[in-house]
């Protein structure tokens, strides 16, 4: 890892100018990139002390990238977001990212927030919580694996991704497009794919006081019973 190098990467030329002279300002090297593909290059390449990592970019998009390479293992994440949904921001923070800033921002705290997550990745690393627990069932993250009562449950790996996902987000409403981009990283797949997904994990999911409810016209649910 190159100590001072910041990674930003972003599809407009003009934010990754304006981010990248603030941050040659404040001592840092820069290197740039501007889609998802060239991101995850120069990330193996060159394993740049943090990214700046836009959400909306083409091939992997920036919470695909996340996924990838997040975590407290991983390369520390700024996100820039145009974004106001909250479910992508809590998705990015999931799913690796370190902290986020909206668009449009000012370049000035953009690099305070640098700043403030290089400081956090130099320090001493706490041991983060990877345990999900809701109603009887607990979720292993790093295991990949979940229980009811103490009993493995058989899932296939995208049924883990995606009841990991539901798990992140109780009690709120994800649509098909944003389970098929938080759970299968894409959203090239139909929404039958979900849909035959949901069905298994209810069936695996009984006894665990835990359910998936459909919430008609929008996506599903996950919530515990009472």
Not at 60 to 77: A, E, F, W
Not at 84 to 107: C, E, H, M, Q, V
Request: charged share 30%; glycine share 8%; with cysteine.
């Amino acid at each position: 890892m190159q100590d001072s190098v910041i990674l930003v990467a972003d599809d407009d030329e003009h934010t990754v100018e304006l981010v990248s002279l603030y941050l040659r300002r404040a001592g840092y090297s820069v290197e740039v990139a501007f889609d998802g593909e060239e991101t995850l290059r120069k990330v193996r390449e060159s394993r740049p002390a943090l990214i700046v990592l836009d959400i909306m970019m083409p091939g992997p998009d920036g919470l695909q990238i996340c996924r990838k390479i997040g975590g407290p293992s991983g390369v520390p994440i700024l996100l820039l977001t145009a974004r106001s949904s909250d479910i992508d921001k809590i998705a990015g923070l999931r799913l690796g990212a370190d902290d986020y800033i909206t668009k449009p921002f000012n370049p000035g705290e953009l690099v305070a927030r640098v700043d403030a997550v290089m400081r956090r990745a130099r320090a001493p690393h706490e041991v983060r919580s990877k345990q999900l627990q809701l109603g009887h069932l607990a979720i292993d993250l790093d295991r990949r694996e979940a229980h009811v009562h103490g009993r493995a449950l058989p899932l296939t790996p995208k049924e883990f991704d995606l009841l990991a996902t539901f798990a992140y987000f109780p009690n709120v409403v994800l649509d098909r497009d944003r389970l098929l981009d938080l759970a299968w990283g894409t959203s090239f797949y139909a929404f039958r794919t979900v849909d035959v997904h949901v069905a298994r994990l209810r069936e695996k999911l009984k006894g665990s006081g835990v359910r998936i409810e459909t919430v008609w016209g929008t996506g599903y649910r996950l919530e515990e019973e009472v």
